[in-house]
């Protein structure tokens, strides 16, 4: 089975910070591009940020820029995204995805989602 799992979600008041993960099982992560998206509750689904396949390069969403960090161990298998300073408006179902080849790439994979709830 080929998928990809992820974990960190919870809920946190505002200013705090979580870690997401994201896992594959069945298959490696190195030859994929990873991008995280989340939707919100009544909101379209958008892009957070995308990782290369060997870690070189990143984007971020102009709204998560200087708090969210997105990272990757490929020996592990694992991507990361690291979020800072965490806001009610970030409170969404966060989702990772692979990409065949780059971060604009046709999405082969996706996870469940793990929700995030930022609320006082």
């Known amino acids: 089975q080929l998928q990809l799992v992820e974990t960190g979600g919870g809920l946190v008041q505002p200013g705090g910070s979580l870690r997401l993960s994201c896992a594959a099982s069945?298959?490696?992560?190195?030859?994929?591009?990873i991008g995280w998206f989340r939707q919100a509750p009544g909101k379209e689904r958008e892009g957070v940020s995308c990782i290369s396949s060997s870690g070189g390069s990143t984007n971020y969403v102009h709204s998560v820029k200087g708090r969210f960090t997105i990272s990757r161990d490929n020996a592990k298998n694992m991507v990361y995204l690291q979020m800072n300073s965490l806001k009610p408006e970030d409170t969404a179902v966060y989702y990772c995805?692979?990409?065949?080849?780059?971060?604009?790439?046709?999405?082969?994979?996706w996870g469940k989602g793990t929700l995030v709830t930022v609320s006082s």
């Open positions: 069945g298959f490696t992560l190195d030859a994929y591009a």
């Open positions: 995805a692979a990409r065949y080849y780059s971060c604009s790439g046709s999405i082969h994979y």
